[in-house]
């Protein structure tokens, strides 16, 4: 990548922006920030029907946001998660513990309720701070 281009656009296959010319994240040197990111399967643009089938792959997707950026779950420094009902927040552990195993070196995270629409019960956006690709 040129110095004069030090941006680049994210792009996910399946991970898209119903059709808007938004990146699923966006790179700058070493910096990753994401948009959006739910629970639809990228493969069939379905969303599982429970809150825990959301969330598992919402951390899927956040996964592949990643690994498009050459980043991974170890470079990730905050995570804001958006929930449509406060009670929603609970299904939120079991699979960031699996995302992120050493309870020594998590990321932060907050959680916010937020009207998700499209039967999304769950969304987040991730920032990351990954090896440099200069």
């Not at 009670?87 to 992120?100: G, I, K, Q, V």
Request: with cysteine; net charge negative.
């Amino acid at each position: 990548m040129s110095l004069e281009r030090r941006r680049e656009s994210i792009n996910v296959t399946g991970l898209g922006h119903g059709g808007l010319p938004i990146p699923a994240a966006c790179r700058v040197d070493n910096i990753v920030m994401s948009g959006g990111i739910n629970g639809h399967d990228p493969a069939t643009g379905q969303l599982p029907e429970s809150v825990e089938g959301q969330v598992r792959q919402m951390f899927a997707n956040v996964r592949a946001v990643l690994a498009a950026a050459g980043a991974t779950p170890d470079d990730v420094v905050k995570v804001t998660c958006f929930v449509g009902d406060p009670s929603y927040r609970a299904a939120l552990n079991p699979a960031w513990t699996e995302l992120f195993p050493d309870e020594l070196s998590r990321p932060a995270r907050h959680t916010l309720p937020l009207a998700l629409d499209g039967g999304r019960f769950v969304q987040c956006d991730v920032m990351a701070v990954g090896p440099d690709r200069r």
